[in-house]
């Protein structure tokens, strides 16, 4: 099994609309997925860059999604904790929250990640990508993605 994500400004493999770039107003998309294993405790969701020059390049982190959110609405604040309890980390522009697609050349392409832990994760705010998938790690019920590109 694996979890169906998907957006309903882009679809997979095609172009993510400025709106949700640092040349536009820079907000995170609207995501949603329909369902998760029985014994999912959490949902974690990762953007990342594999194409950035330096390296896998890190643009949100949320984490302790409760189990029954199925949906991201459009512009998660990029607050540490949020209402429902999730928690966001760092992204690698040194910022708590989402920070959208920004190449400085090129067409990169934009993974969505999403994972159904059977844990709820003890991990502070302004938690790291790497920290985050190396304690994820032996933990992942199913995980699905959305690709989404970008050029600027």
């Not at 997925?33 to 014994?39: A, C, N, R």
Request: glycine share 10%; aromatic share 10%.
């Amino acid at each position: 099994m694996v979890i169906k994500i998907k957006s309903t400004v882009f679809d997979e493999g095609k172009s993510i609309p400025t709106k949700y770039t640092c040349s536009g107003v820079d907000v995170s998309p609207p995501l949603a997925w329909k369902s998760l294993p029985e014994d999912t405790i959490s949902i974690g969701i990762i953007c990342e860059d594999p194409d950035a020059p330096g390296g896998t390049w890190s643009h949100w982190v949320i984490f302790n999604l409760p189990v029954d959110t199925m949906s991201l609405s459009e512009h998660i604040m990029s607050r540490e904790i949020l209402d429902n309890g999730a928690i966001q980390g760092l992204n690698d522009f040194g910022k708590v929250g989402y920070a959208g697609p920004c190449p400085p050349n090129g067409t990169h392409h934009y993974y969505y990640k999403i994972y159904a832990l059977d844990v709820k994760l003890d991990l502070p705010p302004r938690t790291s990508r790497k920290t985050f998938l190396e304690t994820i790690d032996g933990h992942i019920l199913d995980q699905g993605q959305i690709m989404g590109t970008y050029t600027r």
